[in-house]
């Protein structure tokens, strides 16, 4: 896995999250800690599954971007409770 990806991504989308996702957020610094966090965690999760074979460009961008969302995501729901 190329973890230089994986960062990129999680920081683009932890910057689209903080602008996206309606409410108070974390702030500009929070926001890029827990996308980076959430790429780490989607791009492991979604290794150890095997559903892409090849582990190229695309495996990272879509385990990244999807593990960034949702735990951002989950973290704010978990926020406003």
């Known amino acids: ?3 230089f990806w994986v960062v990129v991504i999680g920081v683009v989308c932890g910057l689209l999250a903080g602008k996206f996702f309606v409410g108070k957020g974390f702030g500009a ?3 890029l800690i827990a996308g980076v966090a959430g790429a780490l965690v989607g791009c492991v999760l979604l290794e150890g599954t095997d559903i892409f074979g090849g582990g190229g460009l695309f495996e990272i961008l ?3 971007t ?3 969302l949702v735990f ?3 973290l704010r729901l978990s926020k406003k409770a």
């Open 29 to 31: 610094t929070g926001d």
């Open 72 to 74: 951002l995501y989950g």
């Open 1 to 3: 896995m190329e973890y």
């Open 62 to 64: 879509a385990g990244a």
């Open 66 to 68: 999807t593990g960034a």
